[in-house]
Every structure is written in structure tokens, then in C-alpha cells.
């Protein structure tokens, strides 16, 4: 595949005009590399900016409640390299991601995971009490980790060596995407599942604040089965729609407009800002996409 000179940073205003202007008519953006040998279930994609390199979860051959040690996490290098495909192995079916001071924590079924980046080897395994489908993971400043728990419609959270519910009901809309920015946890949610995992009533982007959990909307209206996000500057973010395979941008003023049309199971989305690289796990088609968000000088 031809590789694509990567354009350098813009600004934010420019980039959301260049969305605004490309979400529904344009052609897509382009492919940087994308990634087929050795993916089994790409679920998660994480770009630490600490090591330099990108995590990618691999759920495997069980399915993403299977706890048959298949699971995986992926290194790549930002151009799309393999590093080592099967650098941390026998995790059962790991999800999403996210680092702090030189540990990478992943959320397993029903456990967090904590991995040694420098070393390469898991550090400790935590159990959550109660945990049935753990999904995606967030850290503050000081370390603290949040996990969802999307099918009990939870958000745990683990410091000073415990785990336990801060946030749960309903007014969750079965969280599955988590980022904190500030003193917010942004949530990405699922909404309602049905027995195939489909909604009746999709969920919401929304923030809870750390210090009292109090729920603040950022789309009005409920606007798909949001999986992965990561944020491109200050109220704005990207999400995935797993059901819809879309790419979504959303606006300060919570307004979303299709970035990519995927097939379906596009999963838990990385991003690299000083490249305006979009990372995306095809979970369903077995491939790991980068795409650049600006258009190439002509």
C-alpha cells in the first residue's frame, strides 16, 4: 500500500472546519497504513504518548466474554510496524486502554490488568468485585483508574489498591467509552442493549464530574452505540458507532457530523494529535486502519 505524507498540525478551528466541509459528501480520508496479519479481534487502539508507540488490544478467538488465555496486546510504532504482535500474552478478552506513569492498565472481563510498559510484563491483576464486562479505561493526573462496566450500567474506580462502584443506574446509559479531560469524565454510551446487543434507544456523550459524579449531557440527543473516544482539542471529540461502523465528530455544542463510514465494528478508536492520525480496530474485519483527518497538500 502506498503510504501518504502525513500534513503538519493545524489548528483546531481549521480542522473542524475541514470535518464540517468533509463529513458527508467528500470522499474518504485517506489511508496512512492499515494492518490485517496477526489480528484477531481488534478491540482497543491506544497511542501512548509516553512511549512513543501505539497498544492495540486483541480479543482473540473467544469472543469478548471468553476466558480462554487468547487475548493479546499488539506494540506498533505510529508509521504501523509491528513491534511485537504478541507482546503481552494470556489475557482472556482485553478491551480498552489508557497509561499513567509507565503503566498500562487494561480492562479484562473482570479484571484490570496493570503491565510494566518499560518492561514489557504484567505488574498485578486486579479483581473487580461484582465485574461481569468490563470495557474501557481512563486515568487522572494522580493515577486514578476508572474502568466501565457496560452491561451493569457501572463505572468502578481503582486507587490506593482498591476497586470499587462510583458511579452506577440507569442515568449511566451503559457506559462503554471513558476519557478524562480536566475534572470530567467524558462517557461515551452504549445505551440499552438488547439480547444482540442492539439499542432501542441509543446512548449519549456526557461528562460526570470527578468530584461529585454530577451528570452534564454534550449531545442533547442520543446518537448511536458509541464505543471509542478520544477528544482533538478543548470540547471537541471523536467517537465510534461499533453497530453503525461510523466515525462521529462532536462539536462543542454537541452537534455530530460522520467523519468515516466503516463497516460495521469499528471499535475503541486511537489518535495521534501531532499527526492527526486516526487509529480505528475493525473488530468485525479483522484489521487495524490509520487514517489522516486532513486533506494532503496538493
Known sequence: MKRLMVCGTIGYCLWSCAVAQCAEDAPPYPVVWEITQGMQSPESAYFDPAAQCIFVSQIGQGGPL???????????????KVIALRWIAGLHAPKGMRSHGGRLWVS????????????????????????????DVACDDQGTVYVSETFNTKIYRYRDGKAEVWA??????????????????????????????????????????????RKTPITP?????????????????????WNAGRVLYVSPA????????LPK??????????????IVP??????VTAYHLTRPRQ
Open 66 to 80: 471468553g476466558k480462554n488465555g487468547d487475548g493479546v496486546i499488539s506494540k506498533l510504532s505510529p508509521d504501523g
Open 265 to 278: 465494528g469499528a471499535a475503541d478508536i486511537g489518535y495521534i494529535p501531532d499527526q492527526q492520525l486516526l
Open 168 to 213: 452506577e443506574g440507569e442515568e449511566l446509559e451503559y457506559p462503554n467509552g471513558l476519557l478524562v479531560v480536566g475534572d470530567q469524565l467524558v462517557v461515551a454510551a452504549w445505551g440499552r442493549p438488547e439480547e444482540d446487543f442492539s439499542t432501542k434507544v441509543p446512548g449519549r456523550l456526557f461528562t460526570l464530574d470527578l468530584s461529585s459524579a
Open 221 to 241: 440527543e442520543p446518537v448511536g452505540n458509541l464505543d471509542g473516544l478520544e477528544t482533538v482539542a478543548e470540547g471537541r471529540y471523536l467517537v465510534s458507532d
Open 254 to 261: 454537541g452537534q455530530s457530523r460522520v467523519v468515516l463510514q
Open 108 to 135: 479484562d472481563i473482570d479484571q484490570l490488568v496493570e503491565i510494566d510498559v518499560a518492561r514489557g510484563q504484567i505488574a498485578q491483576r486486579v479483581a473487580v468485585p461484582g465485574a461481569k464486562f468490563l470495557n
Open 282 to 287: 475493525q473488530m468485525l474485519e479483522n484489521r
